[in-house]
């Protein structure tokens, strides 16, 4: 990575616009402001680099499910040419090349101020402006703020009893040692089967000299298949970079391929296991876009399910841990369905064991390691690929009070209220990129993110133009748009899986409310676009 400075730059005593986290979302919302708009513009980042949660999150095998001619930005043809993957799928470090090129490329870490965590934000109503603190006490102050601080920034640690007796050492794979961590010869023990966990086992197994994989929600996976991209598909990306964006941004998850228009239940059986044994062996995400009825009709599910099901048998050899990994919870991709490399073959290695705690239940973690009701786990080092707390943990963190003193945790005491997931009633002036309402994880991200990006640069530039300073959604929108992502989430099956981070199941105590906007990003895009040419409707912006 680049070095970087950390010394305090000058700035204007009062921006025009504050930014918190310097990931993919706030390096293109400081160029659209800076560069469109001419404004003064600060991003404040915790971490001492560019990357927000890719520059956390450096486990082993991290990769990104997106493939890479899509994992990127697509708003300059610039940078869609200077740049070349090597990948099928970029790796964590290839991302952090990615956002380096970026930030150098368009002069953007001149406006960044890293190892700076923001504590609190306070609005001034009768200044209409934004009082942000930061961990070591300074005080800035902005007339927009603009959270940029991604979905899946804070780590979930479970609160398993003994864990601060281990005499080993334990990492959460999303605040990984950037030095990174040698497994050789050490019994590891992973916590955690979802995308991460799937990404890391294989590569942790290749020099621990053991690894335990404790699950306790089996999942379905599909592999990746990455490889090196050949010359012929560099060119061919370059190339068709327009009909790609045009493609991503018509599609319901921004991805760079289209869901086939047949249906699972009316495609002969024979017919149906060819399709899914093509999409199998092609790889990747696109397996869900095998038929269209995956995500809205539980039988159709059951079809690709069973699939699934049947491949991770014929693979695993040992036939209770086959029978442990394929008995799977809930309907295929209702959770973000992971991709992998050797995953399931991983179970064939002698230095690997399923530990089924669904069964036997993790009691405590002791000095030497972790206890289930069937028994002991000696470990000299414990990977928690336990997740996060998803979109609305990394927004509560920071102590945001807006209008009459009301604070944002207060106003998602029963789950997180949006308007399209970029404003909060009581917060004027404050967007929420990538918020809970909006399609964001659902999507490939760089797509929803330059649209919340370029639709909160249109919203600052009409209110320029209009000589208005502030913007506020009304609560009657929010309470509106919270209906709408409910039902958009109860016309397909995602709400069926009942343990899913989505719903925030997965951290004790958070309400259970579907969070991303299910309806699909194609459509979102149109609502957004229509509020702005209505006027902002649900917003209310005065002078
Ligand atoms: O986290 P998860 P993740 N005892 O919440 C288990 C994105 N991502 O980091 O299902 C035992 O999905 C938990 O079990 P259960 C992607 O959007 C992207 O894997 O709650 N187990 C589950 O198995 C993804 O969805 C990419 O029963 C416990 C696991 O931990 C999101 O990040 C790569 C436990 C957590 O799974 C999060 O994925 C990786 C406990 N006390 C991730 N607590 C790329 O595209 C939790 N678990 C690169």
């Known amino acids: 990575m680049a070095s970087v400075t950390t010394e305090i730059p000058d700035t204007k005593p009062e921006l025009d616009a504050l930014i918190i986290g310097a990931g993919f979302s706030g390096l293109y919302q400081l ?7 001419g404004l003064s513009v600060q991003v404040l980042e915790a971490g001492d680099g560019v990357g927000g949660t890719w520059y956390w999150n450096r486990y082993p095998g991290a990769r990104c499910d997106s493939q890479s001619h899509a994992y990127c930005y697509s708003f300059s043809k610039e940078l869609t040419q200077e740049w070349e993957w090597s990948e099928r799928y970029p790796e964590q470090p290839e991302i952090m090349r990615y956002l380096n090129f970026v930030a150098d490329r368009l002069d953007l870490k001149r406006n960044i101020r890293f190892n700076t965590r923001v504590v609190a934000a306070n609005y001034d109503e009768a200044a209409n402006r934004w009082i942000v603190r930061t961990e070591a006490g300074e005080q800035l102050t902005a007339k927009f703020l603009i959270t940029a601080v991604g979905c899946l920034s804070t780590a979930n640690v479970p609160k398993i009893p003994g864990l601060e007796s281990f005499a080993g050492q334990w990492y959460h794979t999303g605040q990984w040692p950037h030095e990174g961590v040698d497994f050789t010869g050490k019994r590891v023990g992973m916590i955690g089967t979802g995308s991460t966990g799937i990404q890391a086992a294989p590569v942790i197994a290749q020099t621990a000299a053991h690894l335990d994989v404790f699950q306790r929600t089996a999942n379905y996976s599909v592999p990746a298949r990455n490889a090196p991209l050949t010359p012929e598909f560099k060119r061919y990306i370059k190339e068709n970079a327009t009909e790609f964006r045009a493609v991503m941004h018509a599609t319901r998850n921004g991805m760079p391929f289209t869901i086939s228009e047949r249906l699972a239940l009316e495609t002969p059986p024979d017919e149906r296991e060819n399709l899914y044994e093509a999409a199998w062996q092609k790889g990747g995400l696109e397996f ?4 269209e009825d995956l995500m809205v009709d539980k039988a159709a599910n059951d079809t690709a399910a069973d699939f699934i099901r049947r491949k991770i048998r014929a693979i695993v050899k040992d036939p209770v841990t086959a029978e442990k990994l394929s008995d799977i919870d809930h309907p295929y991709a209702t959770k973000r369905p992971p991709i992998d490399t050797n995953y399931f073959e991983t179970f064939n290695r002698d230095n690997v064991t399923l530990v089924d705690v669904k069964a036997a239940p993790i009691e405590c973690i002791t000095p030497g390691g972790v206890r289930t009701s069937g028994g002991d786990y000696p470990l000299d080092i414990i990977v928690f690929a336990t997740g996060f707390d998803a979109m609305t943990g990394p927004m509560l963190r920071m102590n945001i009070t807006g209008r009459d003193g009301i604070t944002v945790a207060e106003a998602w005491e029963a789950g997180p209220r949006t308007y399209l997931g970029l404003q909060i009633a009581g917060f004027p002036n404050l967007f929420t990129m990538t918020g809970p309402g909006s399609p964001s994880v659902l999507c490939n991200m760089p797509v929803p993110i330059e649209q919340h990006a370029e639709w ?6 009409h209110m320029r133009a209009h000589g208005l300073e502030r913007v506020e959604a009304t609560e009657a929108a929010v309470t509106n748009w919270v209906e709408q ?11 069926l899986a009942k343990s899913s981070w989505y719903l925030g199941a997965n951290v004790p105590g958070k309400p259970r409310v579907f969070m991303p906007y299910a309806g699909g990003m194609a459509r979102y895009r149109e609502i957004c676009a229509d509020v702005a040419a209505n006027n902002y409707q649900g917003f209310v912006l005065s002078a």
């Open 456 to 461: 909160i640069t249109d919203c600052i530039a």
């Open 31 to 37: 160029f659209c402001l800076r560069e469109r708009l």
């Open 485 to 495: 992502v409910n039902t958009a989430a109860d016309a397909t099956l995602l709400p």
């Open 288 to 291: 869900r876009a095998t038929f």
